[in-house]
């Protein structure tokens, strides 16, 4: 007997929620906070915009990192993102191990950032620092590795380095969802789907299959089940540049 197979073509659809833009602001400030303290860049000079989708785009005019090429950009975002990091970058010889070699939280740079994230407070130095000490060259660099993903600044190394890419146009819209690039003032206050939203709110006709509730311009919609609704265009388009509408 020869059993059939049934093969199914999975796929997902993703909805940023607002934790998402949230957990993408903390990532710019953070990035924000490396390009100003660690690579002396003027904080006039960086521009943040909404990429009109899930992210933002930051850029440096008028400084000396303006006309690097792709390699100095790889290493520059490999020194964000906090990758290729082993002992000896933070004076941890193999052969050579003591305690006051360990980065300190008065540190400036990667040195502080881990000596904090290493340590937790300044009365648990000296513990951690002994364990550090007593496991070797390979518990710390085990250590760095563990701590990559989780104070290494999120970024797309691709794009960073990648110096013939186009970027959007500030002020045109992303196929993608529906919202605009564009300029970002007060990132605290920043909201996307209220201030990157410009589509017209004329009532509109869809099928709409959306198992979720989103919110567009302080209206929330959804869920819908496979049904024909009347939504403002901005909600429509929205839905259609995401998959889980059409037109009708």
């Not at 906070?33 to 899930?54: A, T, Y």
């Not at 100095?72 to 191990?97: H, L, Q, V």
């Not at 364990?131 to 710390?140: H, M, P």
Request: glycine share 6%; net charge neutral; with cysteine.
């Amino acid at each position: 007997m020869v059993s059939k197979l049934s093969i199914f073509k999975l796929s997902f659809i993703t909805l940023t929620c607002n934790d998402c833009i949230k957990s993408t602001k903390n990532e710019v400030i953070k990035l924000n906070q490396i390009l100003v303290d660690d690579l002396g860049i003027n904080e006039e000079n960086i521009k943040i915009f909404f990429s009109g989708n899930e992210g933002f785009h930051i850029y440096v005019p008028n400084s000396e990192y303006e006309n690097v090429g792709s390699k100095e950009r790889a290493e520059i975002s490999d020194y964000i993102m906090f990758r290729g990091s082993i002992p000896e970058t933070f004076g941890f010889r193999k052969f050579n191990m003591n305690k006051s070699s360990l980065p300190k939280f008065d540190d400036d740079g990667w040195n502080g950032r881990l000596a904090k994230h290493l340590f937790g407070t300044k009365s648990n130095r000296p513990k951690i620092s002994q364990e550090i000490v007593s496991g070797g060259y390979a518990l710390f660099q085990k250590k760095l590795e563990d701590f990559r993903d989780s104070i290494g600044i999120k970024i797309d190394p691709n794009v960073t380095q990648d110096i013939h890419r186009i970027f959007r146009l500030p002020g045109s819209i992303n196929s993608k969802s529906g919202l605009t690039k564009i300029f970002v003032e007060d990132l605290k206050k920043f909201d996307p789907y209220v201030d990157a939203c410009f589509i017209d709110d004329e009532e509109i006709e869809v099928a709409a299959n959306c198992p979720i509730e989103f919110s567009l311009k302080k209206k929330k919609f959804g869920p819908f089940n496979n049904e024909q609704v009347s939504v403002p265009k901005f909600a429509a388009v929205y839905m259609m540049c995401k998959g889980i509408a059409s037109s009708v």
